[in-house]
């Protein structure tokens, strides 16, 4: 299965990785003729995996979406695939039931090591190469306590499959926490300068994945036609919003449950995905589209269609411990000293937290988006569509950003709560 994986991504050549591991796409281009997007070409069983990934970011947004709406219920933001990315390279120091655990929580407990880090890496490397008008970077790092002895295979591993940056650092130093929010703030262009607080002379190591997004649209909005509505809460109390509008062809799909628009960037590779409710909360919609092949059947029937799109200019930034929801989703042994993550070390180690930390801001011309998912280790000995329809989005929706020939999700959000 190796060589097959290896043949496949000799295929996928990726001239512009940087020196310091950060993987960037070309700048915009500004030009009336845009290149076509590279489509990504997957074998039958990375579609699957696809597939498997997109299930855990849906299971991950429903579980996130109940615990704010126990919370504040405000808007938020998560990448699923940074996320992801994070953990399956701290799964890559797993065994045991702890690893059987990580790879049941991430749907990718059919498949080998081998090939979900081959899959990682051919993912990565085919999303920076997709559209070259879109502004796309995804970095990986590891910063490793000096003191402990490391495993070099687990060392390898990330920086053959995720392009892993490595740094031993002195956790005792209170220095390092600024070393690695400066990594997080180099690496998203300045949007999430803050990832940690402080390090501890008894953490083993810390994991980190970000990804910085910039798309224009590419039918842009007319600002001239942004306007203040009322955006109407759940609960039926309403807020001024700026509303932009335009009336364009788009691809568009309704059923019972939702309106679905299609809003693609730059050549088209990426797009955002909003999802509207017909009628009841917005936590109808997360519910229903969690069910067995009902995105993909939804998206199957996109059909290009005249839209009166109205849209809120809209701005999340977000932070979350996800220990929670990473336990409900059944990888809760990582977080106990019953955890084994010997394919790091000799020393008994658990995961102390899972963070991601995020920012979207989306106009009259785009939207920029960033994360950066943190995973921190602990040493345990210490503790059918109409002619025209209209979409406007003055109730709470969700979004999506999805590479459009894979289908994989970058980011998923929720707008309930607007302000002027």
Known sequence: MRT????????????FLTAASCDKNNEFIDSGELPNPVQIDLRSAEKEMVQSDQRFA???????????????????????????????????GAIGETENAMKQTLHMGDYSNEEINAYYRKLKEALLMTDPTTRLSIANAIFSNKNVVVYEEFIEKNQTFYDATIQTVDFANSATANLINKWASDQTNGLIKNVIDRTDPYDLMYLLNAIYFKGIWATK??????IDIPFIHENGVTTEVKMMRQNSKFLYAEDQYLQLVQLPYGNKAYSMMVLLPKEGPLKDVVSVIRGDNYWSGLKAKLRETEVDLSLPKFKTEYSKKLNNSLTKMGMGIAFTDNADFTGITDDPAKISFVKQDTYISTDELGTEAAA??????????IPISPQKVVFRANKPFMYLIQENSTGAILFMGAVKKLEK
Not at 59 to 88: G, I, R, T
Not at 221 to 226: E, V
Not at 372 to 381: A, E, M, N, Y
């Open 372 to 381: 950066v998912t943190t995973v921190g280790v602990v040493l345990t000995s």
């Open 221 to 226: 909005f007319d600002p001239n036609n942004t």
């Open 58 to 92: 849906f299971d991950f947004f429903a579980n996130l979406f109940e615990e704010e709406a126990l919370d504040e219920d405000n808007d938020f933001m998560v990448s699923p695939l940074s996320l992801s990315m994070a953990l399956s390279m701290t799964r890559n």
């Open 4 to 15: 097959s994986f290896q043949h496949i991504l000799s295929i996928v050549i990726v001239a």
